[in-house]
T-cell receptor
Framework: GAGVSQSPSNKVTEKGKDVELRCDPI?????LYWYRQSLGQGLEFLIY????????KSGLPSDRFSAERTGGSVSTLTIQRTQQEDSAVYLC???????????????FGPGTRLLVL | AQTVTQSQPEMSVQEAETVTLSCTYD???????LFWYKQPPSRQMILVIR??????QNATENRFSVNFQKAAKSFSLKISDSQLGDTAMYFC????????????FGKGNQVVVIP
């Protein structure tokens, strides 16, 4: 079946503009994760959605970052008033994880490379 | 918070030979999961192998195998009969057995397979 898809593949924006990054998880996967991959910080967890539960936003670096997941499927990561330090690859992953139990492997999308000029 | 450490940032290996990547981690948990992911230039993060901490037997997947030493908190990856398609960044990752299931990644090892 289809894997995790992300769009756009690449995004160039000007400092101060807002951007939206999209993630389509594997069909039937209840858990969805966003990670950021940057040269200086490596791979960092951003946010986690599990079914209808409140998301775990503990990894979001500032209040300029937000994410939502509509209908338990597609997710959008929004970065407001982008800064140059937001330049990174944003990776989305999904899994069959059940609340409170890890167990399931996370499968990643190809990522969105964001460049803030 | 769990920390994952990978040394040897870049390694080269001749095609058909064997390379071993090291990974250590720090945790107070007893049950957890460990993973190796590879990331080729295409950026796609691909699962290579997975190990459950409660299993003593080392995981294997075709040419990929791990040496899991729980007491030493060590989780090395061995790539046998290296192929050109193995050229990639390899990330070691840790996940707790409960909670938000986030992955904690090491900094990665660049592996280059030379023909």
């Amino acid at each position: 079946g289809a894997g995790v898809s992300q769009s756009p593949s690449n995004k160039v924006t000007e400092k101060g503009k807002d951007v939206e990054l999209r993630c389509d998880p594997i069909s039937g996967h209840t858990a969805l994760y966003w990670y950021r991959q940057s040269l200086g910080q490596g791979l960092e967890f951003l946010i986690y959605f599990q079914g209808n539960s409140a998301p775990d936003k503990s990894g979001l670096p500032s209040d300029r970052f937000s994410a939502e997941r509509t209908g338990g499927s597609v997710s959008t990561l929004t970065i407001q008033r982008t800064q140059q330090e937001d330049s990174a690859v944003y990776l989305c992953a999904s899994s069959l994880a059940r609340l409170g139990r890890a167990q399931e492997t996370q499968y990643f999308g190809p990522g969105t490379r964001l460049l803030v000029l | 918070a769990q920390t994952v450490t990978q040394s040897q940032p870049e390694m080269s290996v001749q095609e058909a030979e064997t390379v071993t990547l090291s990974c250590t981690y720090d945790t107070s948990e007893n049950n957890y999961y460990l993973f190796w992911y590879k990331q080729p230039p295409s950026r796609q993060m691909i699962l290579v192998i997975r190990q459950e901490a409660y299993k003593q037997q080392n995981a294997t997947e075709n040419r990929f195998s791990v040496n899991f030493q729980k007491a030493a908190k060590s989780f090395s990856l061995k790539i046998s009969d290296s192929q050109l398609g193995d050229t990639a960044m390899y990330f070691c990752a840790f996940m707790k057995d409960y909670g938000n299931n986030r992955l904690a990644f090491g900094k990665g090892n660049q592996v280059v397979v030379i023909p």
